[in-house]
């Protein structure tokens, strides 16, 4: 280890405080580094145009304009600001093998992981509700969803989401971290750095888990049960076409769920101990560069009115290419 990287390990201010972290990162698959490098920036490159595709198809598309497609534009915002907080650092951590950040650094991006998290959770939750009432509920779906609750819905998510994420993030602004700054991880994640404190973290450990109640339990038990009124409507209807296409309007977001909570339980509810750190890493890439990478394929590919809308976004193009060459 050079002179540089052991003055990083042992960065302190005059209390004793660490004041710089150092990311493990990858260190034992080195000879894959660059591989991983070229396929997480194709894969943050792809999930931002992806996104913004979504975002833009939703804006400038008069079909589109309904809740559904609404609260999905907002889970692609969610989502490109996820991979942002997280895979450029991962890329620089990848090709450098060790990447410092100072510690304001590292509290911000968990900051703002764990409001974009802790956002699609409360998100794919009113998309469930939507799908509730669109299903169980029609004749009065038009009168329940109206622009107004949809914007109101998504701004106390994110409201409630912030506020959420200050609890715990104010926790770790108050531990001391006075010896090792080495994070054997790949991002600032709640785990890793209560690993690191010096200092008492029972408190802010209660804090979190009690945080998980509202934040995690109460919205997966909502969407448990708006699904099971969903399937029981569905079985309802007596022709077999009549309930493809009911249950074809919240496959791509039952989809979505299944994805976002599996690796969330893979990545938090199996024992540390039942685990490798590398299966830790690889688990955290599922969830904060894979899962927004995904997302915009699933609704994509599984939803006719997302497709008609890019081919007529493409025909537009072209004409319109067509009249200003000829011009």
């Not at 779906?141 to 107004?148: A, E, L």
């Not at 309930?243 to 969330?264: A, D, E, P, Q």
Request: overall charge positive.
């Amino acid at each position: 280890m050079g002179l540089h990287q052991r003055s990083l390990e042992n960065k302190t201010t005059h209390k004793g405080n660490v004041t710089t972290f150092l990311f493990l990162g990858f260190n034992n698959m080195a000879v894959y580094n660059l591989l991983l490098f070229t396929l997480v920036l194709i894969i943050y490159m792809v999930t931002i145009c992806g996104n913004l595709l979504i975002i833009m198809l939703v804006y400038y598309s008069k079909t589109l304009h309904s809740p559904m497609y609404f609260f999905l534009s907002q889970l692609s915002v969610s989502d490109i600001m996820l991979i942002t907080d997280i895979a450029p650092n991962m890329l620089h951590i990848v090709l450098h093998e060790r990447t410092s950040i100072s510690f304001s650094g590292c509290i911000t991006q968990y900051y703002v992981f764990s409001t974009t998290e802790t956002f699609e959770c409360f998100l794919l939750t009113v998309m469930s509700y939507d799908r509730y009432l669109a299903i169980c509920s029609p004749l009065h779906y038009v009168s329940i969803m109206k622009q107004t609750l949809c914007i109101q819905l998504v701004l106390a998510s994110w409201i409630v989401s912030c506020s959420m994420t200050s609890i715990s993030t104010l926790g770790l602004c108050q531990l001391e971290f006075c010896g090792p700054n080495v994070i054997d991880h790949i991002f600032c994640d709640f785990n890793p750095l209560m690993e690191l404190s010096c200092s008492d973290t029972s408190r802010v450990q209660m804090e979190v888990t009690l945080l998980c109640v509202p934040v995690l339990i109460f919205p997966f038990l909502v969407i448990v049960v708006s699904y099971t009124y969903i399937v029981l409507t569905i079985l309802k209807i007596s022709s077999f076409s009549g309930r493809l296409k009911s249950f074809s309007t919240c496959s791509s977001h039952l989809t979505v769920v299944s994805i976002f909570y599996g690796t969330l339980a893979a990545a938090y509810l199996i024992p540390g101990e039942g685990q490798s750190q590398m299966i830790s890493k690889i688990m955290s890439l599922l969830y904060t560069v894979f899962t927004p990478f995904v997302n915009p394929f699933i609704y994509s590919l599984r939803n006719k009115e997302i497709k008609d809308s890019l081919k007529m976004l493409y025909k537009k193009k072209g004409f319109l290419s067509k009249t200003f060459g000829k011009s």
